[in-house]
Structures are given as C-alpha cells and as structure tokens.
C-alpha cells in the first residue's frame, strides 16, 4: 500500500473529543462526521485537506474515550494514513478495524514539517519527506493488518472472506 499527501501536523495527546467533538456523535454518517473532524484543534483543517493527506502527531494520538466515529472521521476527511511518534492503544485498534492506515515512527514525526509533501509504503514501512528528501523506516504492517486496512476494515475483510 503507497500512500502520498500533504502533512498536517499536531502535537501530543490529541484526544478522540477533539478529533470527532461529542456533540457530532449522534451520527454515524462518515461523510457528516468528516464535516467536523479536528474542527476544535483546527478550525481550518476541513478546508485544507485533501484526498490522500496524511495527518503527522506527537505521542498519544487518539487518547481518550474509545470511540470509532474518531478513525472514520479521519479517514472520511481524506485522510489515508496517519503518522504518529505513539498511539492509544484502543485508537490504535479502532483505526485497523474501520480501514484507517497508521504507524508509528518518532523520528519521522521529529521531522516532518507542516504542509511539507510525505509518501508512505506501508508495505516496507519506509516512510519519505518528499520536501525534504528524508528517509525513516516504520514497522511495515503485518499481511494480515496489510488485508484489513486494503479491504477497508475489519467488517469488509470479514464480508469478503465469508464471500458475502
């Protein structure tokens, strides 16, 4: 899987409240929770991103209440991956189980810059600051991760096995 978009950068422990606001939750439309995602961190990140963009974060991203409507929102917005120095672990697993890509990488995350261009291929886990020139190497997904995120989540993978 190769990704490539623009960077969007954030800090440490951007939590699931802020990623998808309580108040939008009484949906679970993913293009109406795209409409509202980081919207409270970053009033301007709906109109900036674009199909394929890839969000950059400090430690901790998706702390907080356990919620999938936090993932879906991302990956609704256009977001295809998300690079992080360390997640929450429930975060972690609810971005696999709804398609979101995400890995992790300290050293990627010290030096990407906002707005700076970023290809990742999950496959190797080589992850490239196109602007830059840099070069990090990520944990590659395992195949079967690799399978649920191509398949667009854990229930599509699963409909796809069953082969309904």
Do not use: W
């Not at 439309?29 to 795209?34: G, K, S």
């Not at 600051?129 to 590659?140: H, I, L, N, S, Y």
């Amino acid at each position: 899987m190769q990704f490539k978009g623009t960077a969007h950068r954030y800090g440490r422990d951007v939590d699931t409240d802020v990623i998808i606001p309580a108040r939008y939750l009484n949906t679970s439309d993913p293009a109406e929770l795209a409409k509202h995602c980081l919207e409270d961190l970053d009033t301007s990140f709906i109109e900036r991103v674009q199909p394929g963009d890839i969000i950059v974060a400090d430690e901790n991203f998706g702390c907080g209440s356990s919620r999938e409507h936090a993932p879906i929102a991302i990956k609704a917005a256009g977001v295809d991956v998300v690079v992080a120095k360390s997640f929450a672990r429930i975060f972690y697993r609810n971005s696999i189980n709804t398609g979101l890509a995400i890995m992790e990488c300290p050293e990627a995350v010290d030096a990407i810059s906002q707005d700076d261009v970023v290809s990742v291929d999950a496959d190797s886990g080589v992850i490239v600051d196109e602007t830059t020139g840099a070069t990090f190497q990520a944990q590659p997904f395992p195949p079967f991760i690799r399978e649920i995120i191509e398949a667009g989540g854990l229930i599509n993978r699963t409909k796809a096995k069953l082969g309904k």
